[in-house]
Each structure stands twice: as C-alpha cells, then as structure tokens.
C-alpha cells in the first residue's frame, strides 16, 4: 500500500465510494478508507445506505408489501390462497443476501477501477495529511494532493429516550427486528419513520406514529401529503399528529412512553420504540485540531455549491454536509468532486434532486410545492390525474393517487411534479429530466408516452394543467 495518493477519500458510503471511482475513472491514484463494521464485526463499504439504509429497508418493503397484498389484494384478483404463514427469519436473510451482494460489489467495483480499499479509520490532519488507524490499532500516516471527507451521517438520538439497542432502537435495529413486535411505537414521521412503521404494520404490528408537527410530511407538497395521510390512516398506521415525546424508560419488557398533545400529556406503552427523529452529520475524531476546516452551527461541514472545504485540496460532500440526506444527492456531490479534481466541469443542479417515500402507496416530488409556487407569487397552472382514470393502474389494482403537475403561467416551465401512486419513484424520473432541461408542459403534452403504462398519468397531467387531458374530466 503506497503512502502517498493523488486523492484519498475518507467514507466508503454513497458519497465517498462514487468519488473514489470516479477520480479513478479520471486516471487518478485512489485510496478509499472507511470504518464500518456490520453487527458480526465485518468490514463492509457501501456506509449507512447499503448496510443499514436505503438497501436494507426496500428489501424488508418489498417483502412485507408481499405478504399484505397476498392477504388482502390477491383474492380480487381471483388468486385464493391459504395456510400462509410468515417466515420472518428467511424474509430477514432474504434482506442480508440483498445487503452482502451490494456491499461486495464495491469491492468488485474498486478492483475494477483501480482504487485501494483500505479498512480502518481516518483522520484529518494539517496539510492534506491522513492518519489511519487499522482495526488492530496501529497507526499510519498518508498523505495526498486531494482529500475529500464523505463521513456520512449517524441516527438523532433523543436524550430523554436513549437508545438501548433491545427496546428502543434506531432505524438499524427496526430493521433487524427477530419477531414482529405486538405493539410498535415509531417517533417521527418523517421518511424513515413511515417506511419503517409500514414494513411492521405490514407484518401485523399494531403501529402508532408519534409526530411533533401538527402538519403532515410538512416539506412535501401538502396536497398530497393529505392525500398519504388518507391511505397510512385507511392502512391503520395510527399517526399522531402534533404529539411531541418527552421521554421514554423500559420497564420490563416494555416502554412507556410519555407524550404531550394539545390535549395534555400522555403514556403510551409498546414492545418496541422506534426513534426516527432525524440524523445529524457524523464527524466524530474525523479532524485534529488545526485543519482548518469548519464546521457549522448544526455540526455539518461547512462548504460551498461546489463542496469546497475552503482548505486548499480538502473537500466535503453526502450527509456531513448542507441539504438533503439522500445517497443521489450524496453521489453526485461525489462524483462531482472527484471531476473538479480532474479539472473537468462539474456541478450538481440542487433544484432537481427528486424526492422518494418508498410507501404503498409511493411518494415523490421533484421541484417546488404549490405552497412554494404560491410563495413565490410566481402565477401558475395546475394539472391533476388521478390514477384512477389510468387503465394501467387499474389492471394493476393499484388505482390510488394522482399526478400533479405545476406550471408557470407566463412561459409554461414546469416548475414541480408531486406523485403519489404506484411506481412514483420510478415515475419521477422523467419529470426529473423534464426540470433538468427546463421543460415546459407543452414539452410533455407532446411527448409520447406508451400505452398502457404508468407514466402515461405524468403525460395527462401536463394536459390537464391546460385543461386538455383526454382521459380525465378537465376541472
Ligand atoms: P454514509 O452512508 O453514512 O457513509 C459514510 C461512511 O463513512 C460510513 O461507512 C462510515 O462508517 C464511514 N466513516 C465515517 N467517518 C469515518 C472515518 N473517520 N474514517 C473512516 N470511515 C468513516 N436515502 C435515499 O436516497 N433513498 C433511500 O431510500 C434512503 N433510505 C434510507 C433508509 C434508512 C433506514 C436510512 C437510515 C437512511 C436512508 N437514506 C436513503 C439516506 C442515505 O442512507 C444517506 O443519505 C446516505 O447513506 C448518505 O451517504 P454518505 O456516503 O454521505 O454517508
Ligand atoms: P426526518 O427529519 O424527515 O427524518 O423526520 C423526523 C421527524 O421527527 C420530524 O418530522 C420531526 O418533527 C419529528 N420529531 C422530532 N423530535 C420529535 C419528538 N420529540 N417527538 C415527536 N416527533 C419528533
């Protein structure tokens, strides 16, 4: 293992592994260090996202909407069947072999570029030094031209109900649960705390969802988010609303939990507690004293649009930095970095990072809500299609939600795309690239979309924000 390196990444998650490929790509020398070591004590690159994140989740989201729909979708469609019984420890191994084959494949993956795994933990030192501490305790140091910190984020945790790793749990432990619990408390919903609660409501828990906000999924376009709350309701997640927790202790085998409403205060008692409150970046002996680099008020590592530390050759991007906590926000700052090093052009466009909930049904967004728009005093138009009137979604008996679509009055820009319905984060792709080019909505009223699909929703929706759908009632 060479010493010196033209570019060394500290963090092997979502943010620091595309980078390190990436300045390979771009004939660089690379070393990627990360620290992350699974429950069994081995190593694994990949970060929160592959081992304990994004991964992890939608195999356990796949599985349980599985099992619900068998028990309550298939019999419409003339499917009977009985005696099914979950396996919950083969649907948790099922989730692994999901999570060991994806982490594996960054190992494939710097083979193939040529960059240098190493295992162990990384510090910033003075003058785009590194020291590197291995698993065994020793001490290296290295150095290069470039250092990019990609360190990631860890679970918010809430000091009047601390985690104890068997009742109350973050978002890690909710997914490596052994038994489904009877009663299941979830704090927070936002994004992870809804899909979490869904993967056990799924399964049978009975679940409630306790949120501090009187304002359901308060960043999400608010159309929709009362749309979501409609169906999580419909589904029995008993969400609470402007129920902010104070605490929780365990007593025995379960937890009480104290909350406080408009109405008063509370006790709540479960088997388990979720506590999915948020994360906050994670730069924990990541910098000696020195470096120069600066971290924010809130703890994240301060850096412009273009993830400069403001150090000489020190760069910052994913969690530990501004914005939002996505691995696609997370790469692209990555692999943007890792071509500014080249001297390439980069950039990352924030206004079209796309937003997912990976619920039943799905969520996504992609621009400004209407109460944005509005905001803005910007006049505007609204399309909405509900996928009741699409043939596809019917056929697919996932006929919920809508398409809405909203655009500039004067010049027709689009300037958001909020789905709620089957196949959303899928779907979301194309207003994605709609935005990125600027497209109007008369570029996706002319833009043929395949019948019978999902996407044709996206295509009426654009019609109806000018009152031309063909296959809904225009309003
Ligand atoms: P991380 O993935 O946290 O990786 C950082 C890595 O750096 C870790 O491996 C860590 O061990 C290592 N590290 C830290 N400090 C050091 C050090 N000093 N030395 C060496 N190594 C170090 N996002 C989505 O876009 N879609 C989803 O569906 C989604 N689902 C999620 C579900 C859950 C339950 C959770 C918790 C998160 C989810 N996220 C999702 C968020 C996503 O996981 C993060 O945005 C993403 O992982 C951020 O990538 P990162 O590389 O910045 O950080
Ligand atoms: P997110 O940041 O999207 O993961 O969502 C976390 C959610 O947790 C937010 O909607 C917060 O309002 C909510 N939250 C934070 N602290 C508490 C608390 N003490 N009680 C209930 N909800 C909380």
Redesign the pocket.
Same mark, same amino acid.
């Given at each position: 293992m060479a010493d010196s390196y033209d570019v060394i990444v500290? @963090? *092997? @998650? !979502? /943010?620091?592994y595309p980078a390190a490929i990436r300045a390979a790509q771009n004939g660089l020398s690379v070393a990627c260090?990360?620290?992350?070591k699974n429950r069994d004590g081995t190593p694994a690159?990949?970060?929160?996202?592959l081992n /304990? @994140?994004?991964i992890p +989740?939608?195999a356990l989201l796949e599985s349980s909407e599985l099992f619900h729909r068998l028990h309550s979708e298939f019999a419409v469609h003339g499917i009977k069947a009985s005696g099914v019984t979950l396996d919950l420890a083969a649907m948790q191994k099922r989730k692994a072999g999901i999570v060991k084959k994806s982490t594996d494949g960054i190992n494939a993956l710097f083979k193939a570029a040529g960059v240098t795994p190493i295992h *162990?933990?990384?510090?910033l030192l003075p003058g785009r030094r590194v020291e590197l501490t291995t698993p065994d305790g020793a001490k290296r140091e290295l150095s290069a031209k470039n250092v990019i910190l /990609? +360190?990631? +984020?860890a !679970?918010a945790e809430l000091r009047s109900a601390p985690f104890d790793g068997k009742h109350i749990v973050d +978002?890690?432990g909710a997914?490596d649960f052994d038994a489904v619990p009877k009663r299941l408390g979830v704090i927070g919903a936002g994004?992870?705390g809804l899909?979490?609660g869904s993967v056990w409501r799924r399964l049978g828990s009975q679940v409630v969802i306790l949120e501090a906000l009187d304002d359901f999924l308060a960043m999400a376009d608010q159309q929709l988010a009362k749309e979501a709350l409609r169906h999580f309701r419909k589904q029995e997640l008993d969400i609470r609303l402007g129920a902010r927790v104070s605490g929780a202790v365990v007593s025995g085998d379960v937890v009480k939990v104290t909350y406080t409403d408009a109405k008063g205060e509370h006790t709540l008692e479960v088997d388990k507690l979720v506590v999915a409150i948020g994360?906050r970046p994670?730069t924990?002996?990541?910098l000696a004293p020195d470096t120069g680099v600066q971290l924010d008020e809130r703890g994240f590592i301060q850096v412009d649009e273009q993830c400069r530390t403001g150090v000489d050759g020190v760069w910052a991007?994913?969690?530990?930095v501004r914005g939002p906590?996505? /691995?696609?926000?997370?790469k692209e700052e990555g692999v943007m970095v890792a071509d500014l090093i080249a001297g390439r052009f980069a950039e990352v466009n924030y206004k079209t990072i796309p937003s997912?909930i990976?619920t039943a049904p799905e969520i996504a967004w992609v621009g400004l809500t209407e109460e944005q728009v509005k905001a803005s005093g910007r006049p505007y138009k609204v399309g909405v299609f509900p996928f009741l009137a699409s043939g596809r979604a019917r056929a697919m008996e996932q006929a919920q939600g809508f398409v809405k679509l909203i655009a500039a009055q004067d010049d027709d820009e689009i300037l958001g795309v909020h789905i709620i319905g089957p196949m959303a984060g899928e779907l979301i792709a194309e207003a994605v690239l709609a935005l990125e080019y600027s497209a109007s909505s008369e570029d996706l009223q002319r833009t043929i979309h395949a019948h019978p699909t999902l996407s044709e929703a996206l295509h009426e929706a654009a019609l109806a924000a000018d009152k031309r759908a063909i296959d809904s009632i225009n309003r």
């Amino acid at each position: 293992m060479a010493d010196s390196y033209d570019v060394i990444v500290i @963090g *092997g @998650g !979502p /943010a620091g592994y595309p980078a390190a490929i990436r300045a390979a790509q771009n004939g660089l020398s690379v070393a990627c260090i990360d620290e992350w070591k699974n429950r069994d004590g081995t190593p694994a690159f990949g970060g929160t996202c592959l081992n /304990a @994140g994004c991964i992890p +989740s939608k195999a356990l989201l796949e599985s349980s909407e599985l099992f619900h729909r068998l028990h309550s979708e298939f019999a419409v469609h003339g499917i009977k069947a009985s005696g099914v019984t979950l396996d919950l420890a083969a649907m948790q191994k099922r989730k692994a072999g999901i999570v060991k084959k994806s982490t594996d494949g960054i190992n494939a993956l710097f083979k193939a570029a040529g960059v240098t795994p190493i295992h *162990g933990h990384g510090r910033l030192l003075p003058g785009r030094r590194v020291e590197l501490t291995t698993p065994d305790g020793a001490k290296r140091e290295l150095s290069a031209k470039n250092v990019i910190l /990609a +360190s990631g +984020s860890a !679970p918010a945790e809430l000091r009047s109900a601390p985690f104890d790793g068997k009742h109350i749990v973050d +978002s890690w432990g909710a997914l490596d649960f052994d038994a489904v619990p009877k009663r299941l408390g979830v704090i927070g919903a936002g994004v992870i705390g809804l899909e979490l609660g869904s993967v056990w409501r799924r399964l049978g828990s009975q679940v409630v969802i306790l949120e501090a906000l009187d304002d359901f999924l308060a960043m999400a376009d608010q159309q929709l988010a009362k749309e979501a709350l409609r169906h999580f309701r419909k589904q029995e997640l008993d969400i609470r609303l402007g129920a902010r927790v104070s605490g929780a202790v365990v007593s025995g085998d379960v937890v009480k939990v104290t909350y406080t409403d408009a109405k008063g205060e509370h006790t709540l008692e479960v088997d388990k507690l979720v506590v999915a409150i948020g994360r906050r970046p994670y730069t924990k002996d990541l910098l000696a004293p020195d470096t120069g680099v600066q971290l924010d008020e809130r703890g994240f590592i301060q850096v412009d649009e273009q993830c400069r530390t403001g150090v000489d050759g020190v760069w910052a991007v994913g969690d530990c930095v501004r914005g939002p906590m996505l /691995a696609h926000k997370a790469k692209e700052e990555g692999v943007m970095v890792a071509d500014l090093i080249a001297g390439r052009f980069a950039e990352v466009n924030y206004k079209t990072i796309p937003s997912v909930i990976y619920t039943a049904p799905e969520i996504a967004w992609v621009g400004l809500t209407e109460e944005q728009v509005k905001a803005s005093g910007r006049p505007y138009k609204v399309g909405v299609f509900p996928f009741l009137a699409s043939g596809r979604a019917r056929a697919m008996e996932q006929a919920q939600g809508f398409v809405k679509l909203i655009a500039a009055q004067d010049d027709d820009e689009i300037l958001g795309v909020h789905i709620i319905g089957p196949m959303a984060g899928e779907l979301i792709a194309e207003a994605v690239l709609a935005l990125e080019y600027s497209a109007s909505s008369e570029d996706l009223q002319r833009t043929i979309h395949a019948h019978p699909t999902l996407s044709e929703a996206l295509h009426e929706a654009a019609l109806a924000a000018d009152k031309r759908a063909i296959d809904s009632i225009n309003r």
